[in-house]
């Protein structure tokens, strides 16, 4: 079974939409995150969420709103879509983060097209 | 501004060689460097970690070296494979209660010829 799943795998849409991103992880994890990757394959940070609190909240666009209905998963919805906002969306999550380093696990990615 | 720069972008090795990524850091504050490994189509994997107390890490054929006072640290790849054939991340992390952030290199793509 996939530790890390997202839906769906690939997201086309117009300009000015709003969609959701859905994640879940059954690997028991606290903290989920949301990365973004862009054409040239920089990966960035979007959120973090701990045991279904928000953690980090890098400088993203209030367009986008993350949801975590419980620390299995953690959505992400994205209001007024932007030609700028096509990129890989990765979900992934990791044990309770502390002072010691523990892995993070990624999802296969979302691909978002905006036309 | 970017705080984990790695090179080179892109990496041709023959099958058999030794393939080198390079990164360097500039928040001292670091606490662990990891290293991951992506397929196309696929999200990242860890590969490999080394803390910042620790010179040189090896798993196999993947051996991280790293040099705190040049706030350097490198990926070597021994017996490089057709299979090794991916984008590598290298990575930084400051630990901290709650979470903690993966901050990421630009990555490198990794061709590995027959």
């Known amino acids: 079974d996939t530790a890390v799943s997202q839906t769906p795998k690939y997201l086309v849409t117009q300009m000015g939409n709003d969609k959701s991103i859905k994640c879940e992880q059954n690997l028991g994890h606290d903290t989920m995150y949301w990365y973004k990757q862009d054409s040239k394959k920089f990966l960035k940070i979007m959120f973090s969420y701990n045991n279904k609190e928000l953690i980090i909240n890098e400088t993203v666009p209030n367009r986008f709103s993350p949801k975590s209905p419980d620390k299995a998963h953690l959505n992400l919805h994205i209001n007024s879509l932007e030609l700028g906002d096509s990129a890989v969306y990765f979900c992934a999550s990791s044990p309770l983060a502390g002072l010691s380093y523990n892995e993070q696990f990624f999802g296969p990615g979302t691909r978002l097209t905006v036309l | 501004q970017q705080q984990v720069k790695q090179s080179p972008q892109s990496l041709i090795v023959q099958k058999g060689g030794i393939s080198i990524i390079n990164c360097a850091y500039e928040?001292?504050?670091?606490?662990?460097f990891p290293w991951y490994q992506q397929f196309p189509g696929k999200g990242p994997a860890l590969l490999i970690a080394i803390r910042p107390d620790v010179s040189e890490k090896k798993e196999g054929r993947f051996t991280i070296s790293f040099n705190k006072s040049a706030k350097q640290f490198s990926l070597h790849i021994m017996d490089s494979q057709p299979g090794d054939s991916a984008t590598y991340f290298c990575a930084a992390i400051k630990l901290g209660a709650g979470s903690y952030q993966l901050t990421f290199g630009k990555g490198t793509k990794l061709s590995v010829i027959p």
């Open positions: 928040n001292t504050a670091f606490d662990y």
